[in-house]
């Protein structure tokens, strides 16, 4: 995060100041100085600064260093608006104008503009004597410049072929049987059956979820296929609105018409789009215990036709059993092994590389797919980092990183995405953090 503040901060100073003000700098005596002693400083920041994002993780003291930086960047900022404000106020003459003396200066401007000259000069000066003292212990934390790579661009070849899932084609047939029949409506006592795919983030249940909704059998067998990502809260009114777009082909703003409609009317349309067909519907990444709110809209799915199925993806067993599934309507998703892990990593890490370059790239790659815990998204997130890591100190450097040994919830997946998240340039980073202000599924 500091990275991308001083990063902007610095573009700005040289396009405010350096470029823009170069010549009224100079009608402050010493402000020209102090203006290229901050540049120089923020440069030489900026240098260290990827090292430092990495080594705060497990250094306090280099996260307070950091934290130093910030309040100083915000400072900048601050003297920088107050900087563009008064040069954009003041005529600006000839180039020969700016070249008379500062006595002369005086007669020409205002005392007013005088005094806001030395106020932001004073400013300048108050905030390299605070860089001073960061850019010192900048070397006391042993803190190194590091080159930034801007990503290349993913070509299309670079994209992970669905119909390959490592390590579950047998959990597909099994899901794929339930659908065609077997579990019966009368083991369940349900009409309309509902299987459901368990386990914990990152294993894969969307994706197998994924592969199986678009399967050329399932896409046959039924009328309609519905496809709806739920996600944290469960709103029977979202749902229904998501579900008659699905089963209608309504645009986007088609559906966004619906939002005033209450939610009787959307379950008698549901009920009128389904009566007598056979439907499959996919509830994607069900949360809460959505009690009462599942159950009106359950009611309303028996209007098709039998043999319709829903499938739904949770982490969580209770909801499953809440949603409808029997015990044995609910498939536990296990994780992969070592050489299942090892394989997504390569397939994705490997491709467009020659055979020598692989060799030598082996060993570190088995090490760091052992890393992925059993769950095929670190395996993914990992190649798709190391994809473009070209040599072997590059994966040398993804092994050793202190991420690891961060002692994190749910560390499997949470570690490989900081390290793509820090792979960033600080730039996207900055873009990608601002992401976090939409919901998750918009």
């Known amino acids: 995060m500091a990275d991308a503040i001083v990063s902007l901060i610095l573009a700005e100073l040289k396009t405010t100041i350096i470029d823009r003000g170069k010549e009224e700098v100079k009608l402050l005596v010493g402000l020209e100085k102090e203006v290229e002693k901050l540049e120089r400083n923020l440069d030489l920041i900026h240098g260290v600064l990827a090292h430092a994002e990495e080594k705060k993780r497990t250094d306090d003291l280099v996260k307070k260093w950091l934290d130093r930086l910030k309040e100083a960047a915000y400072d900048m900022e601050d003297a920088l608006d107050e900087w563009r404000t008064a040069v954009e106020m003041e005529p600006r003459g000839s180039e020969n104008q700016w070249k008379v003396p500062l006595c002369n200066f005086v007669s020409c401007f205002s005392f007013h503009q005088l005094s806001?000259?030395?106020?932001?000069?004073?400013?300048?000066?108050?905030?390299?004597?605070?860089?001073?003292?960061?850019?010192?212990?900048?070397?006391?934390?042993?803190?190194?410049?590091?080159?930034?790579?801007?990503?290349?661009?993913?070509?299309?070849?670079?994209?992970?072929?669905?119909?390959?899932?490592?390590?579950?084609?047998?959990?597909?047939?099994?899901?794929?049987?339930?659908?065609?029949?077997?579990?019966?409506?009368?083991?369940?006592?349900?009409?309309?059956?509902?299987?459901?795919?368990?386990?914990?983030?990152?294993?894969?249940?969307?994706?197998?979820?994924?592969?199986?909704?678009?399967?050329?059998?399932?896409?046959?067998?039924?009328?309609?296929?519905?496809?709806?990502?739920?996600s944290d809260l469960f709103d029977e009114k979202k749902v229904a609105r998501a579900i008659i777009q699905g089963l209608e082909k309504l645009s986007d703003e088609a559906a966004y018409g619906l939002e005033s409609n209450p939610l009787q009317v959307l379950l008698e349309r549901i009920s009128s789009?389904?009566?007598?067909?056979?439907?499959?519907?996919?509830?994607?990444?069900?949360?809460?215990?959505?009690?009462?709110?599942?159950?009106?809209?359950?009611?309303?799915?028996?209007?098709?036709?039998?043999?319709?199925?829903?499938?739904?993806?949770?982490?969580?067993?209770?909801?499953?059993?809440?949603?409808?599934?029997?015990?044995?309507?609910?498939?536990?998703?296990?994780?992969?092994?070592?050489?299942?892990?090892?394989?997504?990593?390569?397939?994705?890490?490997?491709?467009?590389r020659d055979e020598k370059s692989c060799q030598s790239l082996e060993a570190i790659g088995r090490k760091i797919a052992n890393r992925c815990e059993g769950l095929p998204l670190a395996a993914k997130t990992l190649g798709s980092l190391l994809k473009s890591k070209r040599t072997k100190q590059e994966w040398q450097s993804v092994l050793n990183s202190d991420i690891w040994k961060l002692d994190l919830a749910q560390k499997g997946i949470f570690a490989p995405l900081l390290l793509s998240y820090y792979d960033l340039p600080p730039p996207v980073r900055q873009c990608f953090l601002y992401c976090v202000v939409f919901p998750k599924i918009s």
């Open 116 to 230: 806001n000259r030395r106020r932001i000069a004073l400013n300048i000066k108050e905030i390299n004597q605070k860089l001073d003292v960061i850019v010192k212990e900048k070397d006391k934390y042993q803190l190194i410049s590091k080159e930034i790579e801007l990503p290349r661009r993913p070509e299309s070849s670079s994209f992970v072929d669905l119909s390959r899932l490592c390590g579950q084609d047998g959990v597909k047939r099994d899901i794929l049987s339930c659908l065609w029949g077997g579990n019966g409506e009368e083991e369940s006592g349900e009409r309309i059956q509902t299987i459901s795919i368990v386990g914990m983030g990152g294993l894969g249940k969307t994706a197998l979820a994924q592969l199986i909704y678009n399967d050329s059998g399932v896409q046959q067998h039924f009328d309609d296929v519905i496809w709806v990502c739920v």
């Open 273 to 352: 789009s389904i009566r007598g067909k056979k439907f499959f519907l996919v509830l994607d990444d069900v949360w809460a215990d959505t009690g009462e709110r599942w159950e009106s809209l359950k009611v309303t799915f028996n209007h098709g036709a039998l043999g319709s199925r829903i499938l739904v993806t949770t982490r969580d067993v209770d909801v499953a059993k809440m949603m409808g599934s029997s015990s044995s309507q609910i498939i536990h998703l296990e994780k992969l092994g070592e050489k299942e892990c090892w394989l997504i990593l390569r397939d994705i890490a490997f491709r467009d």
